[in-house]
């Protein structure tokens, strides 16, 4: 039997990186089964050996650092030291996933209350078997592993589809794994086009589907689950809006919104896509803005567009925001091929396509707001809610702004700094999708909570779950509950 193959491209070069096969629908069918195996073989393991198991698998990936950058580099185009960056960043969540799953997933006691003063009860949370993750091109290692860490330290067995454009380092990410766990197919990698993720959200012994990828994706990958009510963590797009607030630090500002808005190309799903700046220090932000931009180059400080359908909906935005707005620096002549040098645009309506939707890219939209209440309400009136960053040197003030963002994360004072905080859950809201990866929210996101109580003795004279309850127990129950709970407070 032959199976057919794709090729994965270098997007800087068009050279071909690697050839990997089209898992075919039954080809995934069988990983899903020896997923399945494995999952009660890890699930077995003591958390403890899990635990070293994973730490293990954390110093693999560290010694393989250089390699795996490269690989990166090569199938996404991004420098090499972006490349090193976001594995570091994966590490240290592998680690923090390793070293806290038994204290957030282990049994505890819960207090019963008085109504159930004669029982024990325990929480655990417990792994769920497979899970299935679907992954991005954009950070083909960090963006994954924050679900593959988290569910493998819950105690799940992973079956993987990288996106067609870097299935050389999922590919690897697996065979990494290998080393440290060679008994079983505990993580396993499966290659191929959409069609291969379809195949693999569909099959009924899933029993949770982790995806990242685009909000229209997530959408069919979400009507594919439901067939198995199966539950999905959707980790989707985003339009992420900087505020520079009256007494922020400019020049700080300035640097942090071109890194956020340009590195990787733009292409972050909290990349920042919108900038809202006081009225009172527009002008200053926007001439610190402007001189620094001169210095970013597409092709030096950062790469080429992963994927080449991306160009067109740039380039579109471009066309998009510099007819209604005013340009600042760019334009339509910076899309260079593959390459997109900054462009950045002011005064761009908000019902606009440039300001609505995800462009990932390296542009952005300034506009000049009366106040920090006025620019949070423009960041608000997004479909999207991921992240976000305010500027702001008054802490409470930048705190409450924060608070009101709508969405799942916020920076301040610096740009997606929530991403390498392993104990801060990571997601959105809105088009950005549902759930959590990261922190303890990350690993309770892959375990199913189990709930028991067991009855330590017999209460006399209240036995309320029993054909044999009288009037007098009911009587003495309800004069119980108006004791406890029966006094208003105002
Ligand atoms: P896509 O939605 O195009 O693809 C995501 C993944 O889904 C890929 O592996 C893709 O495979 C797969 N896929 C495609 N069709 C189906 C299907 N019908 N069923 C199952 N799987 C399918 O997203 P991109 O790869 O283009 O990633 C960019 C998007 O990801 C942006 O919107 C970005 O904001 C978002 N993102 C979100 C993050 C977050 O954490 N919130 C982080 C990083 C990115 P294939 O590539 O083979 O088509």
Not at 162 to 169: F, N, R
Not at 238 to 243: E, L, S, T, Y
Not at 393 to 415: C, F, H, K, P, Y
């Amino acid at each position: 039997m032959t199976t057919l193959t794709f090729d994965s491209l270098n997007p800087a070069t068009g050279a071909i990186v690697g050839s990997h096969p089209k898992h075919t629908a039954d080809a995934v069918h069988e990983a899903v089964g020896r997923a399945e195996q494995a999952a009660a073989w890890w699930a077995a393991l003591a958390p403890a050996e899990r635990r070293t198991r994973l730490l293990d698998y954390k110093a693999v990936l560290t010694q393989h650092l250089r390699e795996l950058a490269g690989l990166v580099q090569e199938e996404t185009g991004k420098p090499a030291g972006d490349a090193a960056l976001e594995i570091v960043l994966a590490v240290n969540h592998l680690d923090w996933a390793a070293r806290n799953a038994a204290k957030v997933l282990g049994r505890r006691r819960v207090s019963t209350g008085m109504i159930g003063v004669n029982l024990a009860a325990t929480l655990e949370y417990l792994p769920l078997g497979v899970v299935a993750v679907i992954g991005p091109w954009n950070y083909p290692v960090f963006t994954p592993m924050g679900s593959i860490a988290y569910a493998l330290a819950a105690g799940n067995a992973i079956v993987f589809k990288p996106s067609e454009l870097t299935p050389g380092v999922g590919v690897r990410l697996a065979e990494l794994f290998k080393e440290s766990v060679p008994e079983q197919p505990v993580f396993q990698t499966v290659t191929g086009l959409g069609e291969t993720g379809a195949a693999l959200a569909a099959d009924p012994r899933v029993r949770k589907v982790a995806f990242t990828g685009s909000t229209a994706t997530a959408k069919r990958v979400m009507a594919a689950c439901a067939e198995n009510l199966t539950p999905l963590v959707a980790e989707c797009g985003g339009k992420d809006a900087f505020i520079v607030d009256a007494d922020a630090d400019l020049q700080a500002a300035a640097d942090a919104c071109l890194w956020g808005a340009m590195s990787n190309a733009g292409q972050t799903c909290a990349g920042v896509e919108r900038v809202y700046v006081v009225d009172s220090v527009y002008e200053t932000f926007m001439r610190e803005l402007s001189e620094r931009v001169t210095k970013v180059k597409a092709g030096e400080d950062y790469g080429p567009i992963t994927m080449p359908g991306q160009v067109d909906i740039i380039k579109r935005h471009i066309d998009d925001a510099t007819k209604s707005g005013r340009v600042v620096t760019g334009g339509p002549d910076s899309v260079r091929g593959a390459y997109v040098d900054p462009v950045i645009v002011e005064d761009v309506p908000e019902d606009s396509p440039s300001v609505r939707e995800e462009t990932f890219g390296p542009t952005i939209t300034v506009r000049r707001t009366r106040d920090a209440q006025e620019a949070l309400e423009l960041a608000n009136a997004s479909a999207y809610g991921l992240g976000g960053t305010i500027f702001a040197r008054d802490r409470r003030r930048a705190t409450e702004l924060a608070r009101m963002m709508r969405t799942g994360m916020t920076a301040i004072n610096s740009v997606i700094s929530f991403a390498g905080v392993p104990a801060l859950p990571f997601g959105g809201v809105g088009d950005s999708g549902f759930g959590r990866i990261h922190g303890a929210d990350g690993l309770r996101e892959f375990a199913r909570p189990k709930a028991i109580s067991r009855q330590r003795f017999a209460l006399p004279g209240m036995n309320l779950t029993s054909f044999t309850r009288g009037p007098e127990e009911l009587e003495r129950l309800i004069r119980l509950v108006t004791f406890l709970h029966g006094r208003r407070k105002r």
